[in-house]
């Protein structure tokens, strides 16, 4: 089963010649499976998936009117993520064909495998971007965004059992585990429109993604970077009635 529920408000005031904007949202979600993993009639191996997650995000932004040479934005953004991972995989006794002959032994103990997480990620950023007409034909486009982000993992561990005897200590007794990253990105690019209908661009930006934990894994996983060139055409032609645009990258 998978089972959604949230809800969003984006709320705009217009102060003189500055628009401000609050940006709110929550989502409450569960993933649920139940499902034979062998698909035999003999071997009844069976395994479950349960991933309950919460988010809430709010975000402000204070605009420029867009009216002006030079137009900007500055904005926080805030997110938080409440989840957890539990996965179980079992096989029956009564259905389990421990020798393979097709004989099955009732006596034979159930194995079972379990391990489970639990996550708590927030997540800030501040950025700001600015617009900069250098002609009537060149714009300058320059921006930059300082990110930070606190993960906090609880692995109470992967453990191999047999059905009616005492849980044993985990194969990866891992606990408690807690990163922090944090990271200055940005964007510098240009527009030049050669006329009304058609712009050339060009621009290099870094872009960030935090570490975080795998189950089973002792010690965080570090956070990704991209650096991202890209140039391209926009164009309309025949009174609007054809768009072309043309792009070239490299990461």
């Not at 922090?180 to 940005?186: I, N, R």
């Amino acid at each position: 089963s998978n089972k959604s529920k949230g809800l969003s408000l984006d709320v705009t005031w217009q102060l003189g010649n500055l628009e401000f904007r609050s940006l709110s949202a929550y989502d409450d979600s569960e993933f649920d499976v139940f499902a034979d993993a062998d698909g035999s009639s003999v071997v009844n191996t069976e395994f479950t998936f349960f991933m309950p997650f919460e988010t809430f995000t709010q975000e402000f932004q204070l605009l420029s009117s867009g009216k002006n040479d030079l137009n900007w934005v500055v904005g926080v953004f805030y997110y938080e993520e409440n989840s957890s991972y539990k996965f179980q995989s079992l096989r029956d006794q009564s259905t389990f064909d421990a020798n393979g002959d097709g004989v099955v032994d009732q006596n034979d103990p159930r194995f079972l495998f379990t391990a489970s997480t639990d996550v708590t990620s927030t997540s800030l950023g501040v950025y700001g971007q600015v617009d900069y007409d250098l002609t009537d034909r060149l714009e300058l486009v320059a921006g930059l965004r300082y990110s930070a982000d606190e993960k906090e993992d609880d692995q109470s561990g992967i453990f191999f059992a047999t059905e009616g005897e005492p849980l044993p200590p985990p194969l990866v007794p891992i606990g408690l585990q807690e990163e922090d990253w944090s990271e200055v990105t940005g964007k510098l690019g240009f527009n030049y429109h050669i006329d009304n209908e058609v712009m050339f661009y060009a621009s290099y930006s870094r872009g960030y993604k935090a570490g975080g934990f795998a189950l089973g894994q002792v010690g965080g996983y570090d956070p990704e970077k991209v650096d991202a060139l890209e140039s391209g055409l926009k164009s309309r032609w025949l009174d609007n009635r054809l768009q072309m645009n043309f792009a070239a990258f490299y990461y």
